[in-house]
């Protein structure tokens, strides 16, 4: 019970603070509202903690017998994340005006966990944290997703909330072009660590 309160903290502490998924969570609840996001909103929250039971269970696994590969999928997860910082910048945020854009969908927001370097961390670090040799894995990793999944909806749910309340405040069209073009710069800030990472890992390889 100890440890699971452990890993409860160890959930909020990841999942409540800014990553891919938040800003993105949050521009959506501005750009479309929280009845429109929602698909994104559970694709984050159940997507997530099925990619850490998969991790858990040894999907990690693969990656540190092929590094190149989990160096690869990263390199295309940064590509992607530029895309849609591009995507956030552009989105059209006045509601009159009607476009071709959407939010994500539910299987877009899941999927996307696996390209998001955040997550990565999380996941990896959360099952490294909290696993023991000589205990029950099958149990240990199912009380960390579980502990993912609780800490999920609130923690998400916050930014979207707050995302859909900005929408209520920035009232012109001008406004929310400059909060779109702020989430997107913050979600290019947040790919400094992996490009650094990357880089240093090109620099010992070659």
Same mark, same amino acid.
């Given at each position: 019970?100890?440890?699971? @309160?452990?890993? $409860?903290?160890?959930?909020?502490?990841?999942?409540?603070?800014?990553?891919?998924?938040?800003?993105?969570?949050?521009?959506?609840?501005?750009?479309?509202?929280?009845?429109?996001?929602?698909?994104?909103?559970?694709?984050?929250?159940?997507?997530?903690?099925?990619?850490? $039971? $998969?991790?858990?269970?040894?999907?990690?696994?693969?990656?540190?017998?092929?590094?190149?590969?989990?160096?690869?999928?990263?390199?295309?997860?940064?590509?992607?994340?530029?895309?849609?910082?591009?995507?956030?910048?552009?989105?059209?945020?006045?509601? @009159?005006?009607?476009?071709?854009?959407?939010?994500?969908?539910?299987?877009? =927001?899941?999927?996307?966990?696996?390209?998001?370097?955040?997550?990565?961390?999380?996941?990896?670090?959360?099952?490294? =944290?909290?696993?023991?040799?000589?205990?029950?894995?099958?149990?240990?990793?199912?009380?960390?997703?579980?502990?993912?999944?609780?800490?999920?909806?609130?923690?998400?749910?916050?930014?979207?909330?707050?995302?859909?309340?900005?929408?209520?405040?920035?009232?012109?069209?001008?406004?929310?072009?400059?909060?779109?073009?702020?989430?997107?710069?913050?979600?290019?800030?947040?790919?400094?660590?992996? $490009?650094?990472?990357?880089?240093?890992?090109?620099?010992?390889?070659?």
């Amino acid at each position: 019970m100890e440890i699971f @309160i452990a890993v $409860l903290f160890f959930a909020f502490s990841t999942t409540i603070t800014p990553g891919p998924n938040n800003v993105m969570i949050m521009s959506s609840g501005m750009n479309y509202g929280v009845r429109a996001s929602l698909p994104h909103f559970l694709g984050i929250c159940l997507g997530f903690p099925l990619m850490v $039971l $998969l991790v858990g269970f040894g999907f990690g696994v693969v990656f540190e017998r092929f590094p190149n590969l989990h160096q690869l999928i990263k390199i295309l997860g940064v590509i992607y994340l530029f895309w849609l910082a591009w995507r956030i910048a552009t989105a059209e945020p006045s509601p @009159i005006i009607k476009t071709e854009r959407k939010p994500f969908s539910f299987w877009q =927001a899941a999927l996307f966990q696996w390209v998001n370097a955040k997550a990565w961390v999380m996941a990896s670090g959360a099952v490294a =944290a909290f696993t023991t040799v000589d205990g029950n894995l099958v149990m240990e990793v199912l009380a960390i997703t579980a502990a993912f999944l609780l800490m999920a909806f609130p923690c998400v749910g916050v930014w979207l909330v707050f995302g859909s309340l900005l929408r209520k405040v920035l009232k012109t069209a001008t406004m929310r072009r400059i909060f779109n073009i702020t989430m997107a710069l913050i979600l290019v800030a947040s790919l400094i660590p992996v $490009l650094l990472e990357l880089w240093q890992y090109y620099l010992a390889a070659g």
